[in-house]
């Protein structure tokens, strides 16, 4: 299982996001934890470090992966209009 480390702009969206979006986007962090380069996770081309994202609806999860360390980190979470700026 990896650590899951939210940013500040991850944690305000949960925060302030309907319930039932929260639930959605907290479940699929949950599986994101035990295979963190899922078959639905796409590598973000065009950011200097490694980032993958995930699609739940019409949101994004943008997250990074520290085999070393066990991390997963959660870097954005944005709708897809958004997500990418």
């Not at 479940?27 to 899922?38: E, N």
């Not at 796409?42 to 993958?52: A, C, M, S």
């Not at 943008?62 to 700026?85: M, T």
């Amino acid at each position: 299982m990896f650590a899951v480390v939210f940013s500040e702009q991850a944690r305000r969206f949960l925060k302030q996001c309907a319930a039932i979006l929260k639930k959605r986007l907290i479940g699929r962090i949950r599986r994101l934890r035990a295979k963190p380069i899922d078959h639905d996770a796409k590598r973000v081309i065009g950011f200097g470090e490694k980032l993958f994202r995930v699609r739940v609806g019409h949101y994004r999860i943008l997250y990074e992966v520290d085999q070393s360390n066990r991390l997963l980190g959660i870097v954005k979470i944005e709708k897809r209009s958004r997500a990418y700026r």
